[in-house]
């Protein structure tokens, strides 16, 4: 907490938030993971940087351009969806009850192929819609026709790492075209947007084009984003078919000695902790529980295994064409239950834990853990107010409990990114909801029948 709001002379300042309780990180060395909560706090935001965390008395007379009392509300960092396929949106349920190579193989991919750039902006546009009334304010996406989606986000407001993924059958091509999306976009939208390498996954892509984007992504300072060791199946078959697991792959073709951050992860097995300890730079797994339910996939990630490693693990929701939703609030609670039956131990996942895994933690696994993350002097204004009155928040006696299981994204009142609101009182002010509805409504007859029969993958580990 620091309590020098205003320096003398100082211009008025852009935002101050007032009475609201505010989540701050105090990570010792004991605990490296512990949070607090501070009530009847004010939040002073300049040139999109939280300049000042104190009272509500301290800025009571503070000038402001704008001022937003949030009594009965909890101050957040926004919350991060670190793997998803937000143009999937146009597909939120259109393969339903399905194993998983049905599910791609008979629907999704040779639908896929069809999309115009019109689907994939309709669907970007609505997905950031709805992450953002969810309280979302940075995602991690790994999709086709990216210019695209980082066009949206540059509109709308919100913050992304994004990648333009490849698969190997589209031969030298499509690896050159996620370098020349990476390195054109990196830096856009104000600094908002950040790159990556996005191959496929190691069943997709072969071990030369991984050595080929581990070169590249050393050569030019970028993280690679991709899935890897899914479940257990791609992890069995990858063993029969190349003697390796697939973290193993990653490990020799130089992979994880780049900054990574692996989708899923739920096939990682003991034998790969200590390749992903020794991994050479920032490795992060990104957990999107609620897919493996639906999917009926034996294992969950093994997230404490992960943390022995010194692996942070971030939240996601992977696309909706799998998960039906883009609610990370839902991701954190189903994190927290599923580790717990996982585990046979009741004390883990704590509330507190699963809310640094939603924050700090999914921060740092899309490459912005000294920015973003934290509701703290220095840290950009990426941070949403939480409505705190509603009878099933009611009594309070363990707000981290209530932040988790509890509150719905619905209870999200305000999300602000770079100290600019993007939503006001439940109201969006950068997207028109009913417009994109009802174009995307109007083109889904088109959009199911165009690809049927068509793929450019084949799903078989």
Same mark, same amino acid.
């Given at each position: ?177 996620? $370098? +020349?999306?990476? @390195?054109?976009?990196?830096?856009? %939208? &104000? *600094? =908002?947007?950040?790159? /990556?390498? #996005? !191959? ?68 990682? $097995? +003991?034998?790969? @902790?200590?390749?992903?300890?020794? %991994? &050479? *730079? =920032?490795?992060?797994? /990104?957990? #999107? !529980? ?85 509701? /703290? ?85």
């Amino acid at each position: 907490m620091t309590q020098h709001a205003q320096p003398p002379g100082a211009r008025p300042a852009d935002l101050v938030i007032t009475g609201c309780t505010v989540l701050v990180h105090e990570e010792t060395a004991a605990d490296p993971e512990h949070i607090a909560f501070v009530a009847d706090a004010g939040i002073v935001v300049r040139d999109g940087v939280v300049q000042a965390v104190t009272t509500a008395a301290e800025v009571s007379g503070l000038e402001a351009a704008e001022r937003i009392d949030a009594r009965g509300q909890a101050a957040l960092p926004g919350l991060i969806n670190c793997h998803t396929h937000a143009p999937m949106v146009a597909l939120r349920g259109l393969a339903e009850d399905l194993p998983t190579e049905e599910w791609f193989n008979e629907v999704v991919w040779p639908v896929e192929s069809g999309l115009t750039a019109r689907d994939i902006e309709l669907g970007a546009r609505l997905a950031c819609a709805e992450m953002i009334r969810a309280g979302v304010t940075c995602f991690a996406d790994h999709y086709f026709a990216m210019d695209t989606v980082a066009d949206v986000v540059t509109e709308c407001g919100l913050r992304a790492l994004l990648g333009q993924a490849y698969f190997s059958s589209q031969g030298r091509e499509g690896r050159e075209a996620s $370098l +020349d999306f990476a @390195l054109r976009r990196r830096g856009a %939208a &104000g *600094g =908002r947007i950040t790159t /990556a390498l #996005a !191959p496929h996954a190691p069943y997709t892509v072969t071990e030369a084009d991984l050595a080929a984007t581990a070169a590249l992504a050393r050569e030019h300072a970028l993280p690679v984003h991709l899935h890897a060791a899914e479940n257990r199946d791609q992890t069995r078959t990858s063993l029969a078919r190349h003697g390796a697991t697939p973290v193993e792959i990653l490990a020799r073709t130089g992979i994880l000695d780049t900054d990574l951050l692996i989708a899923h992860g739920t096939g990682i $097995l +003991d034998r790969d @902790l200590p390749l992903l300890a020794r %991994a &050479g *730079g =920032r490795t992060a797994v /990104a957990t #999107a !529980p609620r897919g493996y339910l639906k999917f009926a996939w034996p294992a969950t990630t093994p997230v404490r295994a992960l943390r022995s490693a010194g692996v942070d693990v971030g939240l996601a929701t992977d696309g909706a064409a799998s998960n039906n939703s883009l609610d990370v609030w839902e991701a954190m609670a189903l994190t927290a239950l599923v580790q717990k039956q996982g585990e046979g131990d009741p004390r883990w996942l704590t509330a507190r834990q699963a809310l640094h895994h939603a924050t700090l933690q999914s921060a740092r696994a899309v490459g912005l853990g000294e920015s973003v993350g934290s509701v /703290a002097p220095g840290r950009r204004a990426d941070l949403i107010l939480v409505d705190l009155t509603g009878p099933h928040t009611r009594p309070v006696h363990d707000l981290a409990a209530t932040l988790v299981h509890s509150v719905r994204s619905s209870d999200v009142r305000t999300t602000i990114v770079d100290g600019r609101v993007l939503m006001r009182e439940r109201e969006l002010l950068t997207l028109d909801v009913p417009s994109v509805a009802a174009e995307l409504e109007r083109r889904l007859p088109a959009l199911v029948g165009r690809g049927r029969g068509r793929r450019v993958q084949t799903y078989d580990t």
